[in-house]
């Protein structure tokens, strides 16, 4: 359990600058995803927190104290990579005791630590199994075993799902923060996938191009996004410009500067005549909902519809009104 | 691909036969010939050949080379380890150069690599004078000869083998793994004691194997370097020179035993050691962070090392500009001149060597071409009956020693049999090219059938479900595609030939003299300038044959 603290952290490889200057505060405890598409910055911040990398400026704090200097060997954080890592030529059990040996813990007490975590991760009777021999899902709770067992401060994740099918990454997802629930670690999670951030974390951070978007609670990021990117990332949001608020769906008091966010479930559909008209250009039926593309303005708007909602159904290449729900009122930062 | 395609054609049948001819008549009959002659030798059967063995001289042999291959092992391994570790785990200036400069000894034929030494750091070598002449000492301080001397030209021509090997375990293996090593509490000697080297045992095993057994078949470092140390080839030699062919079969049958089975114990080690866990991990140069003073004293001591690996090179083609007779008692050469090379266009006598070689190289490798395509073909396409054992026949010839190799063709051959056509083969012009593709044809088998492997049956299928014959697929879609790998096979066996020198020494007559045995006649001689001028030509010639395949082979992939 222990806090982890950024300041003024940066990192730049040669003349590229993969992060700027950014701080972060994550409590005990929680579990904190850093969220973006590949190439933001998030895996370079996940090593430097780890001591695999070093920042090129600023302080890492963990409970409190500077580390920046210290080794990964001595910054006591566990961390489960997203190929996993494992050591081929060993077990299962010496996977997971390597980091008891390295501390020189007494053999019987290795055992009953790796047999518990172990126990806890579902993977008892693998014991004595080569790690080559086991499945994708097997390997990866291996990983994490092993990274939780030496009982770290922090636990890091590396995108630890992206190897996984889509079935697997459910259940696994689910496993990982039952996991951490049980042990109370502070957890730090790396993904560009942010249904799997939503679904797990306390908090997110948002990061493009080696920028901090913005920081908050799932529910916060979804429904109260600052900018542009974060609204479409997270919630797929339409964004619309002043004039066409003005103009097509009598939204007033926007400046140049800013976006009306509207989520796809935000939008209604109806075959009325109306000002706001588009064409369907696709559609698929996913189950709960009906999702809709619609050319709008030279604009491709994505609109989800209940699919048990009977009041409107538009087929493929026909006309189509668009009109807002009365309450949205999401201005968001042009970027 | 469909069962119906692999089932045996008339065509595939003649083909078959002309293998099946090829795996009988000139690798196993030739084996035959050896195993006869050292029990049936002198008429009537008798072991005493073998009882031979365990006479001090022969048994001072078989320790010798046993004992010096093992050194040659660990030399090698030290230095083409820490070059492969150097080359991935840390940044310098002129790195990509540097790199290249590795790999010299693998451009450099077997013969001229000890020649090369042999200016350097041999009785009056020219390192060994200056060293004398700074230190004051004595210059036999500073030759080599005899089991270091050995032992150092074969760390010399085989280090890469650990370079490469080491290199590519390298840039396969996970650098995750290092890094959850070093988090999990672990110090940077127990991450490369611990998960480093284990991760390393199947490249660090290949290439001890492969060194080994080079090392055993060694002939031209022991020949012209080793002094009085007495080998298990030169014996062999020796026995053939002196006319005791039956205790020349019998030597040989012991060195082809040892080497043999070091050669399956690499296959099954390789076919049953990899690890399986393939994760598609890169490694980081801060995966195994060094401090500032490591890293000048490694990088230094590699920029050391690799400039004095460079040496015999430019040595020899100094040397090979040397006045005739102008060079004695000088620590170097005085007057240069490019007459070496004139004489060649102007002395017939001196251009016939190099014709000769050429000329074998290309009957060699139009053949192994021929048989070799056909052979991984029919073992990669077909369904018969032994189609495993014809590999491992085919492939034996990795595993033999050139000597061993000629010692059963000159057995074989001497006499007319149904596999040379009712004639004899020895002293003729053929007898050599001979040699040169059986030696060599596992090379071109080997890149054929990594060929054949990376191309997934589903083209095959697909070619098949789009009406295509099984001519017109093999022709169309096969051909174009196995070309790069059919070439470089080819052009390595070329180079391989034309510059071969341990079996030639034992199989070629007057009229067919090549440019190896030539270059050892101009040393004896001590014509020096045409003999390096001779190794330069070999040189060349891999140079411009390497060039040319990296060139063709990026072409190939850019289409």
């Known amino acids: 359990m222990a806090t982890v603290n950024l300041q003024n952290i940066s990192k730049t490889f040669g003349e590229v600058r993969a992060l700027s200057p950014l701080d972060l505060h994550v409590k005990e405890g929680e579990f904190f995803s850093l969220l973006g598409p590949?190439?933001?910055?998030?895996?370079?911040?996940?090593?430097?927190?780890?001591?695999?990398?070093?920042?090129?400026?600023?302080?890492?704090?963990?409970?409190?104290?500077?580390?920046t200097a210290l080794s990964p060997q001595r910054r006591n954080v566990g961390i489960v990579f997203q190929n996993y890592a494992l050591f081929p030529h060993m077990t299962v059990f010496q996977n997971v005791a390597y980091g008891l040996e390295v501390k020189k813990m007494p053999g019987s007490e290795i055992r009953r630590r790796v047999e518990d975590i172990l126990g806890k991760v579902h993977l008892l009777e693998k014991v004595n199994t080569p790690v080559p021999l086991l499945s994708g899902g097997e390997q990866q709770r291996v990983a994490v075993a092993r990274a939780v067992v030496v009982e770290p401060r922090i636990l890091l994740f590396d995108e630890p799902l992206s190897n996984l099918d889509h079935a697997l990454r459910i259940e696994t997802r689910a496993e990982i923060k039952r996991l951490q629930r049980e042990v109370g670690i502070t957890t730090i999670y790396v993904t560009h996938d942010q249904g799997e951030a939503l679904a797990l974390s306390d908090r997110i951070a948002i990061l493009s191009k080696g920028v901090v978007q913005q920081i908050g609670t799932p529910d916060e990021l979804y429904f109260h996004p600052h900018n542009a990117f974060t609204a479409s990332f997270i919630g797929h949001a339409n964004l619309f410009s002043a004039i066409a608020c003005r103009e097509y769906f009598g939204v007033q008091g926007l400046t140049e500067s800013e976006l009306l966010a509207v989520l796809p479930e935000e939008i209604i559909l109806s075959n009325n005549s109306g000002k706001a008209k588009g064409k369907i250009s696709n559609k698929e039926f996913s189950g709960s909902s009906v999702e809709y593309t619609i050319d709008f303005l030279g604009q491709s708007v994505k609109a989800h519809r209940p699919s048990s909602e009977k009041s409107f159904n538009g087929e493929i290449g026909s006309e189509v009104c668009l009109s807002l729900d009365a309450s949205v009122q999401r201005k968001v930062k042009y970027e | 691909m469909s069962s119906a395609s692999r089932r045996i054609t008339p065509i595939s049948g003649m083909m078959l036969f002309a293998v099946v001819f090829y795996a009988a008549g000139y690798i196993l009959f030739p084996m035959y010939a050896l195993v006869k002659e050292s029990l049936m030798g002198i008429g009537q059967l008798s072991f005493e050949p073998y009882r031979q063995f365990f006479r001090s001289s022969l048994l001072e042999a078989s320790i010798n080379s046993i004992s010096i291959s093992l050194l040659s092992v660990l030399g090698s391994a030290a230095v083409g380890t820490f070059f492969a570790y150097v080359f991935t785990f840390f940044e310098f200036p002129a790195k990509s150069f540097f790199s290249k400069l590795v790999l010299v000894p693998l451009a450099l034929p077997p013969l001229v690599g000890v020649i090369s030494f042999l200016f350097l750091v041999g009785e009056s070598g020219m390192l060994s004078r200056v060293l004398a002449l700074l230190s004051g000492a004595s210059p036999s301080l500073f030759t080599v000869n005899g089991w270091t001397g050995i032992v150092v030209v074969h760390v010399y021509s085989f280090y890469v083998y650990f370079y490469l090997f080491v290199s590519s375990g390298l840039s396969q293996l996970d650098g995750n793994a290092l890094d959850a090593s070093a988090s999990l509490g672990a110090t940077r000697a127990r991450t490369i004691l611990k998960i480093l080297l284990p991760m390393l045992t199947p490249s660090l095993v290949g290439a001890s194997l492969i060194t080994f057994m080079s090392s055993m078949a060694s002939f031209s470092a022991p020949f012209l370097f080793g002094g009085a140390t007495r080998y298990l080839t030169l014996e062999i030699y020796a026995a053939k020179l002196n006319g005791e062919s039956s205790s020349a079969a019998a030597l040989s049958i012991l060195l082809l035993t040892i080497s043999v089975c070091a050669l399956f114990f690499l296959r099954w080690w390789q076919a049953h050691k990899q690890y399986l866990l393939s994760s598609k991990g890169t490694i980081r140069v801060s995966a195994v962070p060094h401090g500032k003073l490591t890293r000048i004293l490694v990088i230094f001591s590699a920029f050391a090392l690799v400039s004095l690996f460079a040496l015999p090179i430019i040595t020899i083609v100094a040397i090979s500009f040397v006045k005739e007779g102008s060079w004695t008692y000088q620590i170097f050469p005085t007057s240069f001149t490019g007459k070496n090379y004139l004489h060649l266009f102007e002395e017939p006598r001196l251009l016939e060597p190099l014709l000769n070689s050429i000329c074998m190289a290309l009957v060699a490798t139009a053949g192994v071409v021929c048989l070799g395509v056909t052979a991984s073909y029919l073992i990669n396409r077909k369904h018969f009956p032994g189609r495993r054992l014809l590999e491992v026949i085919l492939s034996l010839p990795f595993g033999i020693p050139g000597t061993v190799i000629a010692v059963g063709l000159i057995l074989g051959f001497n006499r007319p049999s149904l596999f040379s056509f009712d004639s004899i083969l020895i002293g003729t012009f053929w007898i050599m090219p001979l040699a040169y593709a059986v030696r060599n044809l596992p090379l071109l088998y080997r890149s054929?059938?990594?060929?054949?492997?990376?191309?997934?049956?589903?083209?095959?299928?697909?070619?098949?479900?789009?009406?295509?014959?099984?001519?017109?697929?093999?022709?169309?879609?096969?051909v174009p595609l196995l070309l790069p790998s059919i070439v470089s096979g080819a052009l390595l066996v070329f180079i391989n030939s034309a510059g071969e020198f341990v079996s030639s020494i034992l199989l070629y007559s007057y009229s067919t003299k090549p440019i190896s045995v030539e270059i050892l006649s101009q040393l004896r001689l001590f014509d020096l300038g045409v003999a390096a001028m001779y190794s330069t030509l070999l040189m060349l010639m891999v140079l411009a044959v390497a060039a040319f395949s990296n060139r063709y082979s990026r072409a190939t992939i850019a289409t």
Do not use: H, M, W
């Open chain 1, 38 to 67: 590949s190439g933001c910055g998030k895996t370079t911040l996940l090593r430097i927190i780890s001591g695999l990398e070093s920042p090129s400026s600023g302080e890492v704090r963990i409970d409190g104290s500077n580390v």
């Open chain 2, 448 to 478: 054929t059938t990594a060929g054949f492997e990376a191309i997934s049956p589903s083209v095959y299928e697909a070619a098949e479900t789009l009406g295509s014959s099984q001519v017109r697929t093999f022709r169309k879609v096969i």
